[in-house]
Nanobody, 124 residues
Framework: QVQLVESGGGLVQTGGSLRLTCAASGRTFGDYVLGWFRQAPGKEREFVAAIVLLTRTTKYAESVKGRFTISRDNAKNTVYLQMNSLKPEDTAVYYC?????????????????WGQGTQVTVSS
């Protein structure tokens, strides 16, 4: 079992930055893929980024490439999502999720554990 807790969301202006944190507990941290998803009002949840904790291999959605960076600190059982050059369309609830495979997958059903989410609002 893995518990995930997100933090770091908030309100920011267009062009600003935020860093989201996902703190994991309850299992050997190095065996997982950790991913970030987001869900905007009235829309389906979508993939943002993922990282293989063992190798640091990463994958990003096209919409965030070059603006967002996912990273991890295994000693702290923590994954970060650095978000720069934020746009109003980045407004969403951001969720951290864990996948027990070592595959970088970008769809919801691949992930076994989910956090409660943190709200990110980008004002224009």
């Amino acid at each position: 079992q893995v518990q995930l807790v997100e933090s770091g969301g908030g309100l920011v202006q267009t062009g600003g930055s935020l860093r989201l944190t996902c703190a994991a507990s309850g299992r050997t941290f190095g065996d997982y893929v950790l991913g970030w998803f987001r869900q905007a009002p009235g829309k389906e949840r979508e993939f943002v980024a993922a990282i293989v904790l063992l190798t640091r291999t990463t994958k990003y959605a096209e919409s965030v490439k070059g603006r967002f960076t996912i990273s991890r600190d295994n000693a702290k059982n923590t994954v970060y999502l650095q978000m720069n050059s934020l746009k109003p369309e980045d407004t969403a609830v951001y969720y951290c999720a864990a996948d027990r495979s070592l595959l970088l997958r970008d769809y919801e059903r691949a992930y076994d554990y989910w956090g409660q989410g943190t709200q990110v609002t980008v004002s224009s």
